[in-house]
T-cell receptor, first 115, second 113 residues
Framework: NAGVIQTPRHKVTGKGQEATLWCEPI?????VFWYRQTIVQGLEFLTYFRNQAPIDDSGMPKERFSAQMPNQSHSTLKIQSTQPQDSAVYLC?????????????FGPGTRLLVL | GDSVTQTEGQVALSEEDFLTIHCNYS??????LFWYVQYPGEGPQFLFRASRDKEKGSSRGFEATYNKEATSFHLQKASVQESDSAVYYCALSDTKSNYQLIWGSGTKLIIKP
């Protein structure tokens, strides 16, 4: 059973360009999470989908960040007008249940570098 | 809000040494507690969890016991190997949302061959 798949693994963009990151959750998992990891801030929650519906985007920087889950097999995180401070590892995770304190399983992450 | 504290930023040991990485938390109620391990270039890997006071979680020789009174979930291993070199994260499931993971700052474990 494949784990969470994230593509691309690495992405380099110029300042002001758009970046789209893809996540394929584990088959059968109904909850999908996005986190951001930096040396300074550590791991930070960005957003959460339950059964494809957006539930909580309280961690998303407003204006430039957006996330979607058009079907149960993939989610995207889009960053418009990227800035150097957006450079980070973006992690996607999924869990089996859509409620409760379930275990989240992480993908390998997408390392984004904004020049 | 809920929080997790890992006091050691880095731990350096020799092979076969005993490992303890300290994790203390602040939260109301009974949050689920987790240990994850992260190797270079990879995402955090789930190690194990505990959900109730005095419950022990374990995997791959690592273990930790949920201590409600001390608000702790310390990671231990009796005899570390070079392959255990990684960053270890303690996390809890936020008691307000019930799904958002609140992370410690991580502890880098270095095993000297």
């Amino acid at each position: 059973n494949a784990g969470v798949i994230q593509t691309p693994r690495h992405k380099v963009t110029g300042k002001g360009q758009e970046a789209t990151l893809w996540c394929e959750p584990i088959s059968g998992h109904s909850a999908v999470f996005w986190y951001r990891q930096t040396i300074v801030q550590g791991l930070e929650f960005l957003t959460y989908f339950r059964n494809q519906a957006p539930i909580d985007d309280s961690g998303m920087p407003k204006e430039r960040f957006s996330a979607q889950m058009p079907n149960q097999s993939h989610s995207t995180l889009k960053i418009q007008s990227t800035q150097p401070q957006d450079s980070a590892v973006y992690l996607c995770a999924s869990s089996t249940r859509d409620w409760g304190q379930d275990t989240q399983y992480f993908g390998p992450g997408t390392r984004l570098l904004v020049l | 809000g809920d929080s997790v504290t890992q006091t050691e930023g880095q731990v350096a040991l020799s092979e076969e040494d005993f490992l303890t990485i300290h994790c203390n938390y602040s939260a109301s109620g009974y949050p689920a507690l987790f240990w994850y391990v992260q190797y270079p270039g990879e995402g955090p890997q789930f190690l194990f969890r505990a959900s109730r006071d005095k419950e022990k979680g374990s995997s791959r020789g690592f273990e930790a016991t949920y201590n409600k009174e001390a608000t702790s979930f310390h990671l231990q291993k009796a005899s570390v190997q070079e392959s255990d070199s990684a960053v270890y994260y303690c996390a809890l499931s936020d008691t307000k949302s019930n799904y958002q993971l609140i992370w410690g700052s991580g502890t880098k474990l270095i095993i000297k061959p």
